[in-house]
């Protein structure tokens, strides 16, 4: 009759060791996977420069890296072609970025292992390092969000027409947005 | 220095992107840490409690049958499922603006509508659920069936205009706290998602 009844403790290591081996076991990705991770490759350094537009902080940079990623690949199963990838990729990494605002204070939880997974381009590799470009950068820092949208974009030579399908703002808009950042960023970089 | 410039080498720049081995399927069991996903767990966490506090409620009813004609024990019978289904909503509402649709102006305006509109038919049921209740209990009232639910005796002792009153304020009240809830759950959101528009015009 004692052999009808579960041992709770036995219970627990064998879930504990379900899991241990679930874990070294390497799960086979699906051909859909396989599919966004070819064509996420070419565009991570991407990703990284509009998380560095926006954050400052290293692992703010980090969660929001890691944040563009998932909902890239939650929306990838929809992504019908229909707009080109680039447009597509910008539009989410733009939108996940702009919905970010409101982090509470970091808790110290963030561990290496949590990070393990999705690691970001080292900051050297950018070669922002330079005096000048870091005088630049700190001033972008102090645009609005949108303005850094549309600066992120510029620097990645998008064209007006391609601005206008990734942000939704008009032409005419964009150009008046853009001599004012310029300007904007003429003061800021002189006042230094 | 200009932003031409800067435009210069920041597109000549290169990484190494094979460096890290990125797992898509770690990835994916990954939690997000934007503020949706914040208020998503949150909200998952409350409907998981709702079913618990109703099974304690039905549980006291059944145990001791003086807890029957308490008032506060029908209520909570009511408001409870109510409450579940408006959790139930807020979640379905979250995970719907997860998605990300179109151009970022466009996704940013149809997220603020939803967020409007759902708040808008979310009061109408409530005010129309409120209404057949109270219509309900006048009914009860009026045919003396003052036996189906506890409390009824004391609200018919209670002369018609006050009682009017008394309903109104219920109405009152309600306004007060959905907005309240409202504010708690979205306004920073919406607040925030407004500001991104108006940054954009």
């Known amino acids: 009759m004692n052999n009808y009844f579960i041992n709770f403790s036995n219970l627990v290591t064998f879930f504990q060791n379900g899991e241990q081996i679930a874990k ?6 699906t051909d859909l996977e396989l599919e966004f991770e070819a ?20 692992n703010d940079i980090q969660d929001l890296y890691q944040d563009i990623i998932i909902q890239l690949w939650k929306s990838y199963p929809k992504f019908r072609g229909e707009a080109k990838f680039s447009t597509w990729l910008y ?10 605002f409101t982090r509470k204070k970091r808790a110290i939880q963030t561990s290496e292992v949590e990070l393990y997974n999705i690691q970001m381009p080292y900051e050297e590799d950018i070669g922002l390092k330079e005096e000048q470009h870091q005088q630049l950068h700190t001033a972008i820092q102090q645009l609005n969000d949108i303005e850094k949208s549309i600066v992120i974009l510029y620097l990645e030579d998008k064209s007006y027409d391609a601005m206008e399908e990734i942000l ?14 310029k300007d904007k960023l003429r003061t800021l970089t002189n006042n230094k | 220095m200009e932003l031409d410039t800067l435009k210069n080498s920041w597109n000549t720049l290169s990484v190494d992107v094979n460096r890290d081995q990125f797992d898509i399927i770690s990835a994916t069991k990954k939690e997000m840490k934007s503020p949706l996903a914040g208020l998503k ?3 998952q966490k409350q409907i998981k409690m709702l079913p618990i506090l109703f099974a304690f409620l039905v549980v006291i009813a059944v145990k001791m049958p003086d807890a029957q004609h308490h008032i506060l024990i029908w209520m909570g019978l009511v408001i409870l499922p109510l409450t579940t289904l408006y959790y139930y909503f807020n979640l379905k509402l979250i995970t719907d603006l997860e998605e990300m649709n179109g151009s970022v102006k ?3 305006q149809n997220k603020i509508k939803k967020l409007i509109s759902t708040n808008r038919i979310y009061l109408i049921v409530n005010r129309v659920v409120f209404a057949l209740l109270i219509i309900g209990i006048e009914e009860l009232i009026r045919n003396n069936r003052l036996d189906l639910v506890p409390g009824l005796e004391t609200l018919k002792n209670i002369v018609f205009p006050l009682r009017v009153l008394i309903y109104a304020g219920i109405f009152g009240l309600h306004y007060v706290v959905s907005k309240y809830t409202f504010t708690y759950y979205f306004g920073k959101y919406i607040r925030q998602l407004k500001n991104i528009l108006t940054e954009m015009q």
């Not at chain 1, 939704?168 to 950042?181: E, F, P, Q, Y």
């Open chain 1, 24 to 29: 070294s076991i390497p799960l086979k990705k």
């Open chain 1, 39 to 58: 064509r996420l490759k070419e565009y991570k350094l991407v990703i990284y420069k509009v998380c560095r537009m926006y954050k400052n902080d290293p």
């Open chain 1, 91 to 100: 539009r989410i990494a733009i939108n996940t970025a702009l919905a970010s």
């Open chain 1, 168 to 181: 939704g703002i008009s032409n005419a808009t964009l150009r008046v947005k853009m001599n004012r950042i």
């Open chain 2, 41 to 43: 767990k949150k909200v």
């Open chain 2, 106 to 108: 466009d996704d940013i």
